[in-house]
């Protein structure tokens, strides 16, 4: 517990001296387990959420806080499978799909703990074959859902926000809130590569208005 608590200090310290978090924008607020602007959402923003897993409390609690309809994304067959054994209400619509650079078919490699939905398409260690899942552009799935904007879109993908986030970014699509967990600290990740990633995006006009004790969840609103 002791070592767990000093390697978040550490984030925490590093991201500090990199000045990543932002103290001026919108005031955030805990909806779930996520933080978001709440005076930028209404009942008719357009929520995505990427990276189900077996977990959709974030989901759960923005449409019972705001009225939104939350659009969510899993392609593995485990994260379909248990979102079909759940009462889930009319504002969440699932979709089989996953997010990164290019449409078509990836490759998504299961965690190396058994029972537990967090696929990846990075290699992790574990011993178990991967499973095919199909992924889509931003852009490709918002014309296939008559979105131009999005006014939140939280990603929690298991590493393949490397390849989305910067497509994304390129797509032309306004995205208001950007909540995404970088997983630098994956064994084919590096720090660097996360705080890279979190340039790119505060140099595309974000302020990053929170990062989570752990280090490794942040929300972006854009100014």
Request: with cysteine.
């Amino acid at each position: 517990m002791l070592l767990k608590l000093l390697k978040q200090q550490l984030r925490q310290h590093r991201l500090r001296r990199a000045g990543v978090l932002d103290e001026t924008g919108p005031a955030m607020e805990k909806v779930g387990d996520w933080v978001v602007a709440p005076n930028l959402v209404g009942p008719e923003s357009v929520v995505h959420s990427f990276g189900v897993g077996d977990n959709v409390a974030w989901d759960l609690a923005m449409i019972a806080r705001f009225g939104v309809t939350v659009h969510a994304f899993d392609p593995t067959p485990a994260s379909m499978e248990w979102v079909a054994r759940q009462k889930l209400p009319a504002q969440f619509r699932f979709h089989p799909l996953g997010i990164s650079n290019r449409d078509g078919e990836l490759l998504f490699y299961p965690p190396r703990r058994a029972g537990t939905t967090h696929y990846s398409q990075d290699r992790r260690g574990g011993s178990l074959p991967p499973v095919a899942g199909q992924v889509r552009r931003l852009a490709t799935i918002a014309r296939d859902l008559g979105h131009n904007h999005i006014d939140i879109l939280k990603l929690d993908v298991e590493g393949s926000e490397f390849d989305a986030v910067p497509d994304l970014l390129a797509s032309g699509i306004p995205v208001e809130q950007l909540l995404v967990e970088i997983h630098y600290h994956f064994p084919t990740r590096s720090f660097g590569q996360g705080l890279a990633l979190i340039r790119q995006i505060k140099a595309q006009g974000y302020a990053c208005r929170y990062v989570s004790p752990r280090g490794y969840e942040f929300a972006f609103v854009r100014k």
